[in-house]
């Protein structure tokens, strides 16, 4: 199936937004987590390592749909392509 060049243009967009939403996250995870890390350390405490680390697991995850499940691997495409083939044949 070939796209036409709005559908290029839209599908294209959407990737970039993905991926400026990612960056976005991981520039504000470093950035919170870095304050954290200050706060605790000046208190002489180390309880900042909790929400790094849960936070991380969460960006993790946002890196994986990002690039992985939506974006360069192209499977979210092939999905859509195969269930699309399967309607054409029979919808219901």
């Not at 290029?8 to 919170?32: N, P, Q």
């Not at 405490?45 to 990002?66: D, E, K, M, T, Y």
């Amino acid at each position: 199936m070939t796209m036409d060049s709005q559908e290029i243009e839209r599908l294209a967009r959407k990737r970039a937004g993905a991926k400026m939403g990612f960056i976005v996250h991981a520039t504000v995870y470093v950035l919170v987590n870095l304050m954290l890390m200050a706060m605790a350390l000046s208190m002489g405490r180390n309880w900042a390592i909790f929400p790094a680390i849960s936070w991380g697991f969460g960006l993790a995850i946002h890196g994986v749909v990002v690039f992985f499940l939506t974006g360069n691997s192209g499977l979210h495409d092939r999905l859509v392509e195969r269930e699309r083939l399967k309607l054409q044949r029979d919808p219901w």
